[in-house]
């Protein structure tokens, strides 16, 4: 016999499971009793947005769900942005809620949440066990659910009494996702458009992929001449110096990158879903008819038609579509490709570093990443201006690499670099973040010393919230509110937590800080104060004010 909080870890164990994320709490003491000797590791964060972004960055890594476990009512809710996450980013994550006694509900007791109501539009499913012996079965069921098809969040809420409760131990197997392919019919009509059409573009994004299927993909380009771009946030599926790529499809996208796909006469759309950021606010695609022919790949058949109605739509993971494509006959020539690649290189050869006394630029610390760092190095990053310099001008180079939210979510970077580091530890882990972004999650610099992960973190402060700055000068020019920051020594902040810190206020400044931050040994703050004025590489406030005169 085992008591809940028991045979809930069994169920963890089962499925393989090495790391918990979590906010302790009274509502699950019997789980965290559980996992006293099971030699999963527990990594206890500061803040349940904090754990639950931790376990959506460790799912998206491994492609398994990430887990966090967090208190019922105040805890829940915290985590909630983090539940948010996994659902646009389609990341398979569980989320352990302690619930209060099952005889309390109803009376609005102490922190009491009906999970179902809170979490209905967030999760994938939420259930609540009633019955230690059901736990074995709902676990697994959850592990299928956050999994399959697109994959997302799931959230289990736990009454604290009945995880006291006692049930009969059981094996668990093992929980595997099924991988829908497309048939031999599907593969021939899809042949039967690649080979009609003059100008095609290769659109990659979502989840679900493996290093197998990345590399099948740098194939399939290849031998069928396709230039290939990367959907929001998902540059890693793609390396950035091979010959077919053609950059980025998010927000900034490269003006010539935009009229290429507007120009194309076969968009193929592999696992992504091409909501409003790659769409360039849905516009690129016609909708429902998209005004082209259009091949649509997920692994989520609700996704095939939800939007844009497809020529063809095949309900696939990418790694079984590509590999359905190694059966396709014939290949094409063409410089499309090569043109594509030589437009991205010049979109992002030239960073422009402006000159701004008493200021570091993002532009030469962008330059200097990228001849300092290795295509293996990993980047974290949220959300805000200063994400714009990095998505256009840093070049991601292997899968795996990249942690950022298509969710758009601020304060994402700081937990994800310490789930991305604890699960891969041989690696250098670089997270990037605006000063209103870091001070989202910040207390989680707390935990990377703690788990002792030496991640480098670099605090880009230009004292403002850029981006709603930005859309305010344009919007209700020089009526300023709400987006200025007084902000603390970041530095001194990381010296606080027992972690390095250093400042720097000119570009000269920055290699040697960044040397000595890489070779602490410990987490580290990089403190880069930038010129308020520079909004991104093509915005200023000044410039933006000049046009509404």
Not at 278 to 306: C, M, T, W, Y
Not at 337 to 362: L, R, V
Request: charged content about 20%.
């Amino acid at each position: 016999m085992r008591t809940g909080g028991e045979l809930i870890v069994d169920c963890l164990k089962a499925q393989g499971v090495d790391r918990i994320f979590c906010v302790p709490g009274e509502s699950y003491l019997a789980v965290l009793d559980g996992l006293y000797e099971s030699g999963i590791e527990i990594v206890n964060a500061r803040h349940e947005g904090g754990a639950a972004i931790m376990a959506e960055a460790d799912g998206k890594i491994t492609g398994r769900p990430g887990i966090a476990m967090v208190t019922r009512g105040p805890g829940a809710t915290n985590a909630a942005a983090g539940v948010h996450i996994a659902k646009q980013d389609s990341t398979p994550m569980i989320l352990f809620v302690g619930q209060i006694g099952r005889e309390m509900r109803g009376r609005e007791a102490f922190q009491e949440v009906d999970y179902r109501q809170t979490f209905g539009d967030l999760a994938k499913w939420v259930e609540e066990i009633d019955d230690a012996d059901r736990i074995p079965e709902i676990v697994n069921h959850a592990y299928h659910v956050a999994m399959s098809g697109r994959p997302g969040p799931v959230v289990l809420a736990l009454p604290e009494d009945m995880l006291r409760d006692k049930a009969p131990a059981r094996s668990i197997p093992y929980v595997e996702a099924p991988e829908p392919a497309p048939s031999p019919r599907d593969m021939n009509r899809f042949q039967a458009l690649l080979d009609r059409c003059a100008n095609p573009f290769l659109i990659l994004g979502g989840s679900r992929w493996t290093s197998d299927a990345v590399e099948r993909v740098h194939r399939f380009a290849e031998r069928f001449a396709l230039p290939v771009g990367c959907s929001f946030r998902r540059q890693h599926l793609f390396d950035a110096h091979h010959s077919n790529y053609a950059g980025d499809v998010g927000l900034g996208i490269n003006p010539k990158l935009k009229e290429r796909i507007a120009d194309s006469d076969l968009v193929i759309l592999l696992g992504c879903r091409f909501s409003e950021n790659p769409s360039q606010n849905f516009s690129l695609l016609g909708f429902p008819d998209p005004g082209k022919v259009l091949v649509h790949i997920h692994p989520g058949a609700e996704e095939l038609g939800r939007i844009y109605t497809p020529s063809l739509a095949l309900n696939a993971t990418p790694g079984a579509f590509l590999e359905a494509c190694e059966t396709l006959s014939g290949g094409r020539t063409s410089e499309a490709p090569a043109e594509a690649h030589q437009d991205y290189q010049s979109w992002t050869n030239s960073i422009p570093i402006p000159e701004s006394p008493g200021f570091a630029s993002t532009g030469a610390i962008m330059a200097y990443l990228r001849d300092r760092m290795d295509g293996q190095t990993i980047i974290a990053n949220g959300a805000g201006n200063y994400a714009i310099w990095l998505h256009r001008f840093w070049r991601y180079r292997e899968f795996g690499t990249q942690l950022a939210p298509t969710s758009g979510s601020m304060g994402y970077g700081v937990p994800a670099a310490i789930a991305g580091q604890l699960r891969h530890p041989e690696r250098r882990i670089i997270c990037l973040a605006g000063d209103g972004c870091f001070q989202m999650t910040g207390q989680e610099f707390a935990t990377a010393v703690q788990a002792g992960t030496p991640i480098v973190v670099i605090v880009i402060d230009n004292t403002l919230y850029g981006t709603i700055r930005m859309h305010q000068e344009r919007d209700y020019p020089t009526r300023v509110t709400a987006t200025e920051l007084q902000n603390p020594d970041f530095a001194a902040l990381a010296r606080a937590y027992g972690g390095h810190g250093e400042t720097v206020t000119e570009d000269a400044a920055f290699p040697e800080a960044l040397n000595r931050a890489l070779e602490a040994g410990v987490p580290a703050i990089i403190h880069v104060k930038t010129d308020p004025d520079i909004l991104s590489p093509s915005a200023t406030i000044s410039g933006l004010r000049e046009k509404s005169v």
